[in-house]
């Protein structure tokens, strides 16, 4: 079964400081691994996915993650944090089983940008 | 943003009371999810439909029900609400998973309270 793990349930930086939002994933398939994020009483929106054509993935806002085979990690990261990036985001793997591509999601990951 | 609208937004409603949810999508995208958020536990699976008339379960199914009698239209059905059922519900859509990586776009979500 397939599985996903954040690391760190909440993290806090500085305006014009890097992001480093950690996501460590199990699978027994070639993963399909996004990155969504959510806005306060918003829906999600996909930041970035994984599609294997390369391990670098550049996403909107200036977001990026690293898929990293040997290690099982996906991390999501930005180098110079913004007010508006304060959000939850969430770590997703793709489960190809059955009649669907359901979507595993990690527990979040609350960012806070302090001023 | 996907054209998929929700509702109602927001509904209080008592124990014992049968409530439906609606999730009405322009997109023509064959797949719809229905999906429950509470903290701590990311996005969960309640039930899915791969096409008109076609919906299996998902990993938290007890006490839904779910119909789609039209590609746009995917409804969620609490037969008796529970206090339990207290949560956020979004929908999402993919198109057909075949080859490629299948992201979901999200609604926005409907805030349900069971007093």
């Known amino acids: 079964a397939q599985s996903v793990t954040q690391l760190d349930s909440h993290v806090s930086v500085s305006e014009g400081t890097p992001v480093l939002l950690r996501c460590n994933y199990s699978s027994s398939y070639s993963p399909s691994l996004f990155w969504y994020v959510q806005h306060p009483n918003k829906g999600l929106q996909l930041l970035l996915k994984y599609t294997s054509a390369a391990t670098l993935v550049k996403g909107i806002n200036g977001f990026e993650a690293e898929f990293k085979k040997s290690e099982t990690s996906f991390h999501l990261t930005k180098p110079s944090a913004h007010m508006s990036d304060a959000a939850e985001y969430f770590c997703v793997v793709s489960d190809p089983g059955g009649s669907s591509y359901k979507l595993i999601f990690g527990s979040g990951t609350r960012l806070l940008v302090r001023p | 943003d996907a054209g998929i609208t929700q509702s109602p937004r927001h509904k209080v409603t008592e124990t014992g009371t049968p409530v439906t949810l609606r999730c009405h999508q322009t997109e023509n995208h064959r797949y719809m999810y229905w999906y429950r958020q509470d903290p701590g536990h990311g996005l969960r699976l309640i039930h899915y439909?791969?096409?008109?008339?076609?919906?299996d379960k998902g990993e938290v199914s007890d006490g839904y029900s779910v119909s789609r009698s039209k590609t746009e239209d995917f409804l969620l059905t609490l037969e008796s609400a529970t206090s339990s059922q207290t949560s956020v519900y979004f929908c999402?859509?993919?198109?057909?998973?075949?080859?490629?990586?299948?992201?979901?776009?999200f609604g926005p979500g409907t805030r349900l309270t069971v007093t």
């Open positions: 439909s791969y096409g008109v008339k076609d919906t």
């Open positions: 999402a859509i993919s198109e057909f998973p075949g080859q490629g990586v299948h992201e979901q776009y």
